[in-house]
């Protein structure tokens, strides 16, 4: 834009430069060739007296005397067709001269100036000088260029003035655009300082306020999944005192366990919605301590189920560029898909290793395999709501990785969670 305007400006001043500079070069010849022709007009009427008076030598001698001190060619043609002076042919603005009028001519040599001069006693004669064109053009050059810097001066400072003005225009634009950056980054902090033309003004304005707006829209629906998660307890509550109900302390103990995880589930999730705050540094989560304990978590609920389990971990610990919390959701998610869509007795393989420095989570199973289209966020062929593989794409884009689907070598579903490493 700051180059634009700066090339608009530069457009408009040559224009107007031309506009103005080319009438005033042509002045500025014509002007000359005038001045020229009175100097020689005057000097040939300087000899009208002595042509009309004296005799043919003095005459010539004066001729002769004016033609070295204008250094110009004089001619004087008596009436009785003597030519004193400078050789010359008789043209016809001389004869024209000759018959009383006196004239100014266009002549391949230059400009032809002929003077008539009446009282002499034989009829009338003719004084002729030519101004050549080296006399017409003087000082012309040097103008013309006087002119052309004084151009590119103008056009110089009119850039410059453009470039400040623009430079006025864009700074403003720019801050506008990096704050809508930050604000698509989730930088709900950042405002733009109004500046600039009153249109700019106002569009900072409505940028801040929209931004404003974003913020008590998010506090608004965060306090809605803070209140929904809080009906929970409720319900848990209830759990819990079933639990405690039962005659098997072992059965007790492990549906207490389950309840209290499912608690302290909820509650984080409500602290989250709530207070989510920037983290401080990078997100870090150790992959290998994650993934054991959640498959451990599932392996009770498998030991029902008839399903067989197999687990295959690198040796810990394996940084990755997510937090617990989430690592821990995208591998619940990723598991209890297996119990959601596979028939019970149906075995599944679980495998963390790396490659290429990155973690790379791998849950197989041998259930009759994934439908496409699962992976899209709120799509569900099972009755489901969705979410599971989407919260697990989302914890794999995150860290700067991916999540991929495939068919395993069983012919079920193999779900593979690539994970980065922290970020610096």
């Known amino acids: 834009m700051r180059a634009r305007l700066a090339l608009l400006a ?83 603005a001389v004869a024209l001269a000759a018959r009383g009028q006196s004239l100014t001519a266009e002549s391949g040599r230059g400009r032809e100036v002929v003077i008539a001069v009446q009282g002499h006693p034989d009829g009338t004669g003719v004084i002729r000088t030519v101004v050549p064109p080296a006399e017409l053009t003087a000082g012309v050059t040097r103008s013309w260029l006087a002119l052309a810097l004084l151009g590119v001066l103008l056009v110089l400072i009119g850039l ?48 801040n306020h929209l931004a404003g707006r974003i913020q008590v829209l998010l506090v608004q629906e965060r ?51 709530r207070w989510r705050v920037p983290t401080a540094g990078a997100a870090s989560a150790d992959a290998a301590g994650v993934v054991a304990e959640r498959v451990a978590f599932w392996s009770v609920l498998a030991e029902d189920t008839g399903r067989a389990v197999t687990l295959d971990l690198a040796p810990g610990p394996l940084p990755v560029g997510v937090p617990a919390d989430e690592l821990a959701a995208a591998v619940d998610a990723l598991l209890g898909n297996v119990f959601a869509h596979t028939p019970d007795g149906t075995a599944f393989a679980v495998r963390l290793a790396t490659e290429a420095g990155r973690a790379v989570l791998t849950v197989a199973d041998e259930g009759p395999g994934m439908p496409p289209g699962t992976i899209d966020r709120g799509a569900s062929t099972a009755g489901s709501t969705g979410l599971g593989l989407d919260i697990a794409r989302r914890a794999a884009q995150a860290s700067g990785a991916r999540l991929t689907l495939r068919t395993a070598p069983s012919g079920g579903a193999e779900v593979r969670l690539e994970l980065g490493p922290p970020r610096p």
């Open 223 to 273: 306090e809605e999944v803070a209140d929904l998660s809080h009906r929970l307890r409720t319900p848990l509550t209830a759990l819990r005192l079933e639990a405690e109900s039962l005659r098997d302390p072992e059965d007790a103990a492990r549906v207490t366990a389950a309840v209290d995880g499912l608690e302290r589930a909820v509650t984080g999730l409500i602290r989250q919605a």
């Open 10 to 92: 530069a457009a408009v001043s040559v224009l107007t430069l031309v506009a103005f500079l080319v009438p005033l070069a042509l002045l500025v010849r014509t002007v000359a060739a005038d001045r020229a022709t009175l100097r020689a007009t005057a000097d040939a009427q300087s000899l009208v007296t002595v042509v009309g008076t004296a005799d043919p030598t003095t005459i010539r001698l004066t001729v002769e005397q004016l033609a070295t001190e204008s250094e110009r060619s004089v001619t004087v043609f008596l009436p009785d067709g003597t030519v004193l002076g400078a050789p010359a042919p008789r043209t016809p």
């Open 160 to 207: 410059a003035v453009a470039d400040r003005l623009a430079r006025t225009l864009v700074r403003p634009i720019g801050e506008l655009s990096a704050v809508s950056h930050r604000l698509a980054n989730a930088e709900l902090e950042a405002r733009v300082t109004p500046a600039g033309p009153p249109e700019l003004r106002e569009v900072a304005g409505a940028l």
